[in-house]
């Protein structure tokens, strides 16, 4: 990177220029023509039990009518995707991110829909005021009332350093290949055999459930300031395929497959994290890495919902498109319609 990797969210610093090096190997340019959901679909209310003694069909729980207020970092705020508005600016919220595509799926504008989420949060600036290149964001729990109806919360990647572990396996794999070609030989796993603490412990599980404890206390907080609100924890979609083989083809040998599958195992323990510790403040999961599935960053340029490492012009690498937005959108969409 030279590789130095600021968190999610903080453009110049998401990919230094080693983590290109080591996997710029043509990630865009696989195939693939999957159309990304609408996110106003929606399906309709289940039928009524025919009159013969069965069951009523449970009535569906009705769909928030707002006020809505969107909390979250980069990956809900829609880093560099057009058209960017609010303040303040170093946010980087844009009109089309998922929050602003389910409130205008569900008829929310002015008061009754509030986007406060910025680029580069953790749980911190939640409730703390975030400095940002373009100004300060205001707590972002500020925006609740006890008014508020619908709440979506996604955050939790900056404080597990997600970013700066794809930053450190893309430096040991750069190193890794330099050693390779002095004749020192190849690691399975540079990246994964970095991370293995001394006491035979997991680094990066420490710092996901560290996280998660923040988390914990987050939702608390939101509970309390809007008893009445429905919330909705939204994970992180995959950046890469489940089965890492899927990538090698695309990456070349400079990244190792065992590390793939280390990338792989270290978000899915952070959306882990996300799913249980909604669930135990009695808020609602909402997964994005099955509906994301076959869209991550080496698909192709038109089926991607998340830029490579060299993303198109104009686009925040390893950070969700509009496709991925739309996708996200309608996850969330059918979460509050299920």
């Given amino acids: 990177m030279s590789l130095s990797v600021r968190p999610i969210g903080t453009l110049g610093g998401v990919l230094s220029a080693g983590l290109a090096a080591v996997l710029v190997a043509g990630c865009s340019g696989s195939s ?27 009535t569906p729980t009705p769909t928030p009518t707002g006020p809505y207020v969107a909390l979250g970092d980069s990956y809900t705020a829609g ?5 960017q508005v609010g303040e303040p600016k170093g946010c980087a919220r844009s009109a089309v ?14 008061e009754r829909f509030r986007d406060v989420s910025c680029s580069g949060a953790r ?98 907080e939101v509970k ?37 599958g280390f990338l792989v195992e270290k978000e899915q323990q952070l959306n882990a994290m996300l799913k249980r510790r909604a669930e135990a403040a009695g808020a609602v999961f909402v997964d994005l890495s099955g509906p994301s599935a076959g869209h991550d960053m080496c698909a192709g340029e038109t089926a991607r919902w998340v830029e490579p490492p060299f ?16 996708g996200a959108a309608a996850a969330v969409l059918k979460a509050l319609r299920g």
């Fill in 97 to 110: 991110n998922y929050p602003s595509l389910v409130a205008r799926a569900l008829g929310l504008a002015g």
């Fill in 123 to 220: 749980t911190g600036d939640l409730t703390g005021a975030q400095s940002t290149e373009g100004g300060v964001n205001p707590p972002q729990l500020d925006a609740l009332t006890p008014a508020t109806r619908l709440v979506t919360l996604g955050i939790g990647g900056n404080d597990a350093g997600f970013m700066e572990v794809v930053g450190q396996c893309a430096k040991e794999n750069l190193v890794d290949a330099l050693k390779g070609l002095v004749g020192s030989g190849r690691a399975a796993a540079p990246c994964r055999d970095s991370y293995a603490a001394a006491d035979g412990g997991d680094q990066v599980q420490r710092k996901v459930d560290s996280a998660g404890e923040r988390l914990g206390e987050t939702l608390k």
């Fill in 224 to 260: 309390r300031r809007s008893p009445q609100a429905r919330v909705y924890v939204v994970g992180y979609p995959a950046l890469l395929p489940a089965d890492p083989a899927g990538c090698v083809p695309v990456l070349g040998s400079t990244v190792a497959g065992g590390d793939l």
């Fill in 311 to 326: 993303p198109t012009q104009g686009l925040a690498a390893i950070h969700p498109n509009a496709r991925g937005q739309e």
């Fill in 79 to 83: 880093l560099k995707i057009g058209p």
């Fill in 32 to 58: 693939g023509s999957e159309t990304v959901a609408a996110a106003a679909a929606g399906g309709s209310a289940p039928p009524r039990a025919a009159a013969t003694g069965a069951a009523p069909t449970p």
